[in-house]
């Protein structure tokens, strides 16, 4: 109740221009604080995006003036580049082996140490060092651990196990596995952490109604803790397929995408077609085709998220 | 209550990112020269240099003598990877005043883009035609101008382990037959009969290209393929590389294919020093590594020696190969302070205490003889037998010297598909035949010396 129904009016209007005044304020702020940043990424991402589009129709060596050449570079790409659709294949090898084979680790691996209460913390850790690692130091401590003279399988045949002291990475049948188990090795780790991570926020209630209803340790597993963590889960099945085609550091320091090509990605490709052929133009055009492929991946969740999924 | 955003402190916000936007924007101040304020101070010039086991062996040699020596000009070292940080800075106007590139071939293609400084003005004011080989001064002309000056005289020969090869009672060999012989013997003997790589640098397959085109099909067929008088699908380069993968296949590199493609540097480097593998079919370079494998400070003690690579006919074939080259940026400010650093980089005592003090490759400059003193006399007979077969007309050419950027990459990365059966040695030559005169349509050839 108010004495004064004038001074109620004129104090509500008040408040509200204030209200108002200072989101306007708010707004501004927010604009002001974004600028700076929103100016660094049109320069830094934004323009050479828009360029590469560009460059990608054109002849360009990286240096100097480029010649248009309308869809040449697509055209030889998709005819005439074997090394590219070997590259590729590759590629997808490497994607089918990133979204099974540490997805697998990982969720193995955070539902025992969900369990774990003792010494977990270090055991984390230990799971956590190699992804903190700089690729190069995991990459060359590799390939001293498969050289078939001074590693492990060496070691492994000293004390009789024969076999093992095979050169992976020199055989074109193994080469490009035996990076995906190096690269694997410094990836799985973090997968599993932020899997038990996702694993934690499950309300305790849920397990505790499943034993009651009688269900056993893999019952729980699937329906309690999968379905728990599957927004978790598909967004990193939808990073992994990114970053799959992305891949390139261990690719580069072990192997160069050799030998014969065996263990070529399509980012590796792309390198040596920019920096070694002097073909800017045409590395252009590979770049905007696996950004394409990118986006027909990021299209495909979308479409699903749209028909329900949860992702 | 008052709201923590006053109109005062808002003001405040939008100031301060307004100052540090003009402070991103705003120019460099300008140079002392510009100024005036001190035009008796002296002139900077800057270097890129990557970081190697001999870069500071290199700038104690030559940046720091040139400094102490005069005091118009300053030269500043930065340490930048060059290989991949020189374009984009060039391109965009910046980078360094004196721009050490790859070699030739990469030095033209910046030529070609208007990147590099024509350099005729100050060849003439400093003599350099004068100072240079023929062959090597003219592989820096694109169109009719100076544009590069090389660094770094390299060749490829034979290295044996003198130690293993005496304990066998083994003679190096003088000539192409002798040496397959020869490595079948090493091999019955269980030993192996080269030592070699891919893994870490697979680019160094060139080497093999290289070398045996020109040993086998010899440098005069080399040499007319490159001014394109013959197809590089020659029936003589085809067998000379079936003879290189029947020798890849039989295990003469480091006892297998597999092994050669997955040993690196040092594994190899090692084998060849204990003696597990007795030959290296390597570049001059292997002088600025070999002290920390051979000799008396290693736990077997081994030695080397060297014979040149065994041609077809055993005469001596020395391919000439380039390490780099030095060029003046165009957008340089101070480009006579640029020549000036350069003249003192190239002039022979500068160059002989590269070799003798840092085991660095000399330029192929002359009267460097004379300032040999302290080089190992194994050095100094490569470089002697070098010089003697470049007079003679007795040179090939290295692939990433005198050949195009596309037809090298695809020469030493589609050589392991002919070792691992994926293509026929013909069928990788007439590839390779296609990109190269693909390249020499474009004009993109590096100047190959006349015999």
Avoid at chain 1, 111 to 122: F, K, N, P
Avoid at chain 2, 10 to 27: D, H, I, R, S, W
Avoid at chain 2, 212 to 237: C, K, R, S, T
Avoid at chain 2, 355 to 369: I, L
Wanted: charged share 15%; glycine share 8%.
């Amino acid at each position: 109740m108010t004495a004064n129904p004038s001074i109620q009016d004129t104090s509500s209007r008040r408040t509200s221009f204030l209200g108002k005044g200072m989101e306007v304020r708010r707004g501004l702020l927010a604009w002001a604080l974004i600028i700076p940043i929103t100016l660094v990424h049109l320069v830094v991402v934004v323009g050479p995006g828009i360029s590469g589009l560009y460059y990608a129709l054109t002849d360009w060596s990286g240096i100097g003036k480029a010649e248009f050449i309308g869809l040449g570079n697509f055209v030889e790409l998709f005819t005439e580049d074997l090394n590219f659709r070997a590259a590729f294949r590759h590629n997808l090898f490497w994607m089918a082996f990133f979204l099974t084979v540490p997805m697998i680790m990982a969720l193995s691996a955070a539902s025992l140490l969900a369990q774990i209460r003792r010494g977990a913390m270090v055991i984390r850790s230990m799971f956590y060092l190699p992804y903190v690692l700089p690729s190069i130091v995991s990459a060359f401590t590799w390939s001293m651990l498969l050289n078939p003279s001074l590693g492990i399988g060496a070691a492994l045949d000293k004390i009789g196990i024969k076999g093992l002291d095979h050169p992976w990475l020199g055989d074109f049948r193994t080469a490009l596995a035996s990076i995906a188990f190096a690269d694997n090795w410094h990836w799985w780790g973090f997968l599993s952490i932020l899997f038990l991570t996702a694993m934690q926020s499950i309300p305790v209630d849920l397990y505790d109604a499943a034993k009651m209803d009688g269900a056993n340790r893999w019952q729980q597993f699937r329906n309690v803790t999968l379905p728990g963590i599957r927004p978790t889960i598909l967004f990193m099945l939808l990073m992994t397929a990114i970053w799959s085609f992305l891949s390139f550091d261990y690719v580069w320091i072990l192997t160069q995408g050799g030998p014969s090509g065996a263990s070529e990605l399509v980012s590796s490709h792309l390198y040596k077609q920019a920096f070694l052929r002097f073909e800017a133009g045409y590395a252009a055009a590979i770049g905007l085709t696996v950004s394409l492929m990118a986006g027909c991946i990021v299209g495909g969740f979308t479409i699903l998220r749209r028909r329900g999924w949860e992702i | 209550m008052r709201h923590w955003l006053t109109r005062t402190r808002f003001c405040g916000v939008l100031l301060c990112l307004l100052a540090l936007v003009l402070a991103g924007c705003a120019p460099v101040p300008a140079t002392q020269v510009e100024s005036g304020e001190a035009a008796m101070e002296p002139v900077e010039i800057t270097v890129w240099l990557s970081q190697t086991a001999q870069s500071d062996c290199i700038v104690a040699e030559s940046v720091d003598t040139f400094n102490a020596k005069q005091d118009e000009v300053v030269v500043n070292v930065e340490r930048k990877a060059t290989t991949d940080s020189l374009r984009p800075a060039l391109a965009a106007g910046a980078g360094p005043d004196v721009v050490q590139l790859g070699g030739p071939v990469f030095a033209a293609e910046l030529a070609l883009a208007g990147q590099l400084l024509p350099m005729n003005a100050y060849a003439d004011e400093f003599g350099w035609a004068e100072l240079f080989h023929d062959w090597a001064f003219n592989i820096g002309v694109v169109e009719g101008e100076l544009f590069s000056l090389p660094q770094e005289l390299e060749t490829l020969v034979l290295f044996y382990n003198k130690t293993v090869f005496e304990e066998k009672g083994w003679q190096p060999p003088s000539n192409l037959e002798e040496m397959i012989s020869l490595a079948g013997v090493i091999q019955q003997d269980g030993l192996i009969p080269f030592a070699g790589q891919s893994s870490q640098c697979n680019v160094c397959n060139e080497w093999y290209v290289g070398e045996f085109m020109n040993q086998v099909a010899g440098p005069e067929l080399v040499y007319q393929a490159l001014i394109g008088e013959v197809p590089f699908d020659h029936p003589d380069f085809v067998r000379a590389i079936e003879i290189h993968n029947d020798m890849m296949q039989k295990g003469y590199y480091m006892g297998s294919l597999e092994r050669f493609q997955a040993a690196n540097f040092e594994e190899f480097t090692t084998a060849f020093a204990t003696g597990e593998a007795v030959m290296n079919m390597e570049g001059t370079w292997f002088y600025g590594r070999e002290g920390d494998y051979f000799g008396e400070g290693t736990t077997h003690g081994n030695d080397w020696d060297w014979v040149p690579n065994p041609s077809l006919d055993g005469t001596p074939i020395f391919s000439i190969g380039l390490g780099g080259t030095q060029s003046i940026s165009k957008s340089s400010a101070n480009p006579r302070e640029a020549a000036m650093y350069l003249s003192h980089y190239f002039s022979p005592e500068v160059q002989g205490r590269l070799v003798s003090v840092c085991n660095y490759g000399t330029a192929p400059v002359r009267g460097v003889d004379e300032f040999m003193e302290g080089v190992d006399p194994r050095m100094q007979a490569i470089y002697s037998a070098m010089n003697d077969a470049f007079e003679a007309g007795g040179y090939g050419y290295t692939l990433w010297t005198f050949f195009p950027p596309k037809t090298d990459l695809y020469l030493y990365e589609e050589l392991e598909k002919v070792w691992s059966g994926q293509m026929t040695a013909q069928e990788y030559l007439t590839r390779a035949n296609e990109i190269f005169q693909e390249e020499l349509a474009a004009g993109e050839v590096p100047p190959t010396p006349s015999r």
